[in-house]
């Protein structure tokens, strides 16, 4: 006699599926209901037209799908050649990028493609236009903002002393052939943290303390101090007057400024050589720690999706990669807040 088993032949088990994706809860879906794609795709449109193909060409995808692409590549933290694997074989991303139906999937050139082609700018229309729409939501910046860095990590590079001096200057080995500088990144740098060396790229983000979003964003390049970027970083439209920062921000002239300008410095002390700290700036620094925390939720779900990393050549392209890691986080939390 036959074994029993659990397995059930069923021409229609994909549809059953479907329904019990939805009933557990989809991350995509979830977005897809409080995001306007449609309106993302015409800021990028503004800022890169959709080329118009001759006549007999394949014509390309619409801008709203290869965002949507992009969103579910940044969320799973894919590469492009994983991101067209995926497409083919999830119905879940197919139907979020509105290919459900559809017998072509882009392939990993076309990804590419639409990232070379946005650039930048696109990825600044995007935020930008998803910023207005969190506060369309009703989620204005509230209860102070909060500064913080992080770094994040990018391929390591292995030059010669020669190539390093010559590099130095701003200037390409003559050995290099075309191919071999494309593959070299000679915009990420080495800095220490912490004791340890670490190579990559600079990420700052200004977050509101009542929502937890980000509200603006810069990328550098590792080797520059985050000090340097607190007041490029600062959101002008946030209610309150507060900025939370960490030990690394510290300076008198710095927070003079800040006060001048109207703002309420709430910056970590930091202790001088050979003399400690008092016990009222212990506390104090306590204090501002529970709030500039949130900042560090920020970068862990960031993390925690594979989203801080860079598998890009070059300033540009890491500028890319991190605006696309504030768009999905936003998203996300967008989501979450269930505006």
Not at 28 to 48: P, R
Not at 196 to 221: C, E, M, P, Q
Not at 240 to 250: F, Q, R
Request: glycine share 6%; net charge positive.
């Amino acid at each position: 006699m036959a074994r029993r088993t659990a397995v059930k032949k069923d021409l229609l088990a994909d549809e059953g599926y479907v329904h019990k994706v939805d009933a557990i809860g989809d991350p995509l879906q979830k977005i897809e209901a409080v995001v306007d794609f449609s309106a993302l795709a015409q800021a990028v449109e503004k800022i890169a037209p959709r080329p118009e193909q001759p006549k007999g060409g394949r014509p390309p995808y619409p801008t709203e799908v290869m965002v949507r692409v992009l969103v579910v590549k940044r969320l799973h933290g894919l590469s492009d050649e994983q991101t067209e694997f995926q497409l083919l074989d999830r119905r879940s991303f197919r139907r979020f990028c509105g290919l459900e139906h559809s017998r072509n999937i882009p392939d990993r050139t076309t990804i590419w493609s639409f990232e070379k082609r946005i650039g930048v700018d696109g990825v600044t229309a995007l935020f930008n236009e998803l910023d207005r729409q969190i506060r369309a939501h009703g989620l204005e910046a509230r209860a102070g903002q909060i500064v913080d860095a992080t770094l994040v990590p990018a391929p390591r590079q292995h030059f010669t002393k020669e190539e390093k001096a010559l590099l130095e200057q701003d200037a390409v080995p003559a050995d290099w052939k075309p191919a071999k500088r494309r593959q070299k990144d000679v915009d990420a740098s080495w800095t220490k943290k912490h004791g340890k060396s670490h190579h990559g790229y600079k990420f700052t983000v200004s977050v509101d303390r009542k929502h937890k979003l980000v509200r603006t964003w810069i990328a550098d390049t590792a080797k520059v101090h985050d000090s340097q970027r607190l007041e490029a970083a600062l959101d002008e439209w946030n209610t309150s007057a507060e900025i939370y920062a960490d030990k690394g921000y510290v300076g008198a002239d710095r927070e003079e400024r800040l006060r001048e300008q109207g703002y309420r410095p709430q910056i970590q002390r930091k202790a001088k050589p050979g003399k400690a700290l008092s016990a009222c700036q212990e506390r104090r620094n306590r204090r501002i720690a529970k709030v500039r925390a949130r900042v560090e939720h920020v970068f862990a779900a960031i993390h925690q999706w594979g989203g801080k990393q860079i598998r890009t050549i070059g300033q540009a392209r890491a500028t890319f990669a991190m605006g696309m890691m504030v768009v999905v986080y936003n998203m996300r939390r967008l989501a979450f807040l269930g505006a």
